[in-house]
């Protein structure tokens, strides 16, 4: 099952900005190959760190105001928050280790 969590403008507060646990949001877009690429990737981390991070994904196609605010100019992009604040980021598809790893070192 998954523990991925799909966002909308209106929601991202709630679901990432009030969070207990910090967050991961995965801005991506259906066209975009290398989004889809680390996909399955995001799945799988959304399990394997349920309860320590959650993963919410935001689709800038139809998210725009949020990917405006956060500055997003290139996707995949991935923006680790705690207390409602972004403390790291990612941009473009890299492996599972060093998304693993960018998230233990950021959490």
Known sequence: MSNLVNTTDADF???V???????????WAAWCGPCKAIAPVLEDLSREYD???KIVKVDVTN???????Y?????PALLLFK??????QQ????????????IDENI
């Open 17 to 27: 900005l009030e969070s207990e646990t910090p967050v991961l949001v995965d801005f």
């Open 13 to 15: 507060k709630a679901d």
């Open 91 to 102: 941009v473009g598809a890299v492996p599972r280790s060093k998304l693993a790893s960018f």
């Open 71 to 75: 500055n997003i100019r290139n996707i």
């Open 83 to 88: 207390d409602g604040k972004v403390v790291a």
């Open 51 to 53: 309860g320590k991070v």
């Open 63 to 69: 998210c725009e105001e949020t990917a405006v605010n």
